[in-house]
Every structure is written in C-alpha cells, then in structure tokens.
C-alpha cells in the first residue's frame, strides 16, 4: 500500500514570497490533516478535512495561509506572503475517518520550508 | 487552546532500564490517548493507544492513564538505544482532532 505522498520535500524562499505544498493521501482515507512543526516542538494542527470538508481550521493563519482538498482526494497548503517564522516542517497525514477511531494518522514525510 | 504538555528532556536512562514518560492534558473532555514515537528528521508513528484508566501493555511499552489526574504516562522497559527518539502525547477531543504536546527527547546510553 502507497503512503501520503508530499512534495516538495525542501524549498527555500524568501520572505514575502509565496510557495505551495501537495499531499497525496493513503488511497481511500477520508481525512486529511495539515499539521505545522517547527524545530523542537510537537507537531500543530493547522487544518484537517473530512472528505472534502473542512473540519476545523481554528488554528490555520487565514490571513497567509490557504488549504483546499478538491475533490475529497489530494490537498494543497499555501502560503503567502511568507514570514520567517512560517520555517517549519508541514506534515501532511491521513487516516480512515469513521469509528472506532484509533488515532492511527499515517505521515506522509514532510515538506521542509525555510524562509529566509 | 487545549493543551497537552510533556517536558522536553533530555531524559537520559542507561541501557536495560526503564524509561518514565508523562503527559498532562487540560481538557477534561479528552476521550482517547496516544503515544507517537519520531526519529529525528522522520515523520511520527504510533507506538500505542489508550482509552480507559488503569494499565495497557504491549510488549516493552506500557501506557498508563489517570483521568482524574488529566495524566497519561509512557513505560519503555528493558530500553534500547534504538529507542532514543522523540516521544510525542496526543490527545483526542471532539471531531476526531489529535493535539500533540511539545515531545520528550529521549536518549539510551550503551
């Protein structure tokens, strides 16, 4: 079975400039989830869907920062314009959905953003 | 904000002993636990699960929940220097949401 897919894996920007990440989930998983991880802290969760719904993006910067999963399938974050304190790795992961729920998200390997 | 906090480490145990991981959680409406171990510069994976009070084992692991105390523990017996990595708690709450603490570095010394 394929894992979450997720490029680019680095990228390098300059402030103020935009840049997108893609993830491909585990085929027939219906939630997606985009979570933050900057150096030394725990993953944050900045928006998760169910299906092609957004289920909570209490915590994702609407004022830079855009995510969108077409079609209930893969999803793309944005950001822009960057900040030097969006440097971060973005973790895409997947997991079933439904119940029982077993907290079991599958991470793809992380797109790595330096903003310098 | 719901939080869920660890302390950082290092926590530094010889081989073949036991490593103590604790995990509090402010939100007293938490349903389910988890322990996710991360390598460095690797993604998280689950090492386990737990739901009700008292004592899960699986294999060296063991989790530990306290509800009335808001905390969840991890024991890692016999440890290996192939378990040094980061531990990260996560608790889920309402709409199948995980929030993780902030991970405890743990390092096993040959």
């Known amino acids: 079975e394929a894992g979450v897919a997720q490029s680019p894996r680095y990228k390098i920007i300059e402030k103020r400039q935009s840049v997108a990440f893609w993830c491909n989930p585990i085929?027939?998983?219906?939630?997606l989830y985009w979570y933050q991880q900057i150096l030394g802290q725990g993953p944050k969760l900045l928006i998760q869907?169910?299906?092609?719904?957004?289920?909570?993006d209490s915590q994702l910067p609407k004022d830079r920062f855009s995510a969108e999963r077409l079609k209930g399938v893969d999803s793309t974050l944005k950001i822009q314009p960057a900040k030097l304190e969006d440097s971060a790795v973005y973790l895409c992961?997947?997991?079933?959905?439904?119940?029982?729920?077993?907290?079991?998200?599958?991470f793809g390997e992380g797109s790595r953003l330096t903003v310098l | 904000q719901k939080e869920v906090e660890q302390n950082s480490g290092p926590l530094s145990v010889p081989e073949g002993a036991i490593a103590s991981l604790n995990c509090t959680y402010s939100?007293?409406?938490?349903?389910?636990f988890f322990w996710y171990r991360q390598y460095s510069g690797k993604s998280p994976e689950l090492i386990m699960f737990?739901?009700?009070?008292g004592d899960k084992e699986d294999g060296r692991f063991t989790a530990q929940l306290n509800k009335a105390s808001q905390y969840v523990s991890l024991l890692i017996r016999d440890s290996q220097p192939s378990d040094s990595a980061t531990y990260l708690c996560?608790?889920?709450?309402?709409?199948?949401?995980?929030?993780f603490g902030g991970g405890t570095r743990l390092m096993v010394k040959p």
């Open positions: 992961a997947s997991s079933p959905g439904g119940h029982p729920f077993t907290g079991e998200l599958f």
């Open positions: 939100d007293r409406g938490s349903q389910s």
């Open positions: 085929s027939g998983h219906a939630t």
């Open positions: 737990i739901y009700s009070n």
């Open positions: 869907f169910q299906n092609n719904g957004v289920v909570d």
């Open positions: 996560a608790v889920r709450n309402a709409g199948n949401m995980l929030t």
